[in-house]
């Protein structure tokens, strides 16, 4: 039998409860994929949040009451983080000019960068200029862009535009965002890779799928129309980094923060993420920053 004054201790003494801590971000790599397969990590993969009441405080917070996502500290932290993660990022899609940076863009709707780059080294080959573009019908064209979806829009688009870049601004891609959104297919997503990756012109922020749910995830945008999440972003992400920061969103997608299962466990962002749809969380997670 327990002295008394033990068996009270066993009943009201509060056990330590394990925290999943955040890793410095120096070290987040190695420590998450030790996490991953460890105790950390719910056997069954699925999301694991710091037990309630203990979780670390937002960075850019004093209390999480005052937490604001789009505090000018986290900001900056966001943007030192993807400058690690993705120094050197630059379009994906094959190009050798403004005009193919244009065509290969309107292709890439509803397709993969790789996709794209399959058809267009033999398409520009075939038509070396926007002239010869402009020659065409498009009908014409429909069989050359057929393997990256909707090439019936997709040819008039470009057909459209080689037209109308001929007719009007003597073969030149125009370099501003308003001539740029005259084109048949062009919207600001296409312009803005156009002026931002060809002629370094940060006219506005790239918002394609990937930026469109990295933004929400990362609660730098509250919409989900895509003009709305640029206004936002312009916002918030200083000018000098607009044509980098959707480059490194744009990666940021495709390696690790991918539209289901984002790899959470290896992102240098952890600490700093509150996405509702994180699997594998070491912060508080909030149920509007999703996707
Ligand atoms: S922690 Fe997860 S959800 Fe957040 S940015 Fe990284 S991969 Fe995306």
Redesign the pocket.
Known sequence: MWPPFLFCRRLFVRRDVRVARAPSPAKATGRRKNAASGASRGSTGQTQQAPKGRNRLPAGSKTAKAYNPLAPDRISEILKRLDQLYPDVTCALTHTSAWELLVATILSAQSTDVNVNRVTPELFRKYPTVEAFAALSPEQLEPDVRSTGFFRNKSKSVVGAAKKVVAEFGGQVPLNMAELLTLPGVARKTANVVLGSWFKIAEGVVVDTHVHR?SR??ELAKNSEPQKIEQDLMRVIPREKWILFAHQIIW?GRK???ARK???V?????NI???A?????TVEMHKNAKA
């Open positions: 990295i995830r990362l940021h690790l923060c991918i984002p790899k959470c290896d992102c240098l962002l952890e993420c509150h996405a749809d994180k699997t594998w969380s």
